[in-house]
């Protein structure tokens, strides 16, 4: 078993009645572009914070649709090493 080194979430807000949605899906007919995006930036700005990396995008092509992520690394970790951890979670969920 591989120990994890970063946590990427990825939550999914749809609504006021929404029940939230968060691990490695997404509902369909979600911009994939725009999660793609937001969860690149997320591993490229993460490892430069020195706490975590959250950010709240607009889904293109919906109404009031947003994407939330949260990236966050080891403290043992230095920059490139998370950058390296965060590009392979962010594969495994894209």
């Not at 970063?6 to 369909?28: K, R, W």
């Amino acid at each position: 078993m591989v120990a994890s080194c970063a946590e990427l979430q990825i939550y999914e807000c749809i609504g006021a009645d929404d029940m939230v949605s968060c691990g490695h899906t997404m509902t369909e007919g979600v911009s994939h572009d725009s999660v793609r995006k937001v969860v690149s930036n997320a591993a490229m700005d993460a490892p430069r914070n020195s706490d975590y990396f959250a950010q709240e995008l607009a889904l293109s092509g919906t109404a009031n649709e947003l994407a939330y992520v949260l990236a966050d690394c080891w403290k043992i970790l230095n920059e490139n090493s998370c950058m390296e951890c965060l590009e392979r979670v962010s594969a495994s969920v894209l």
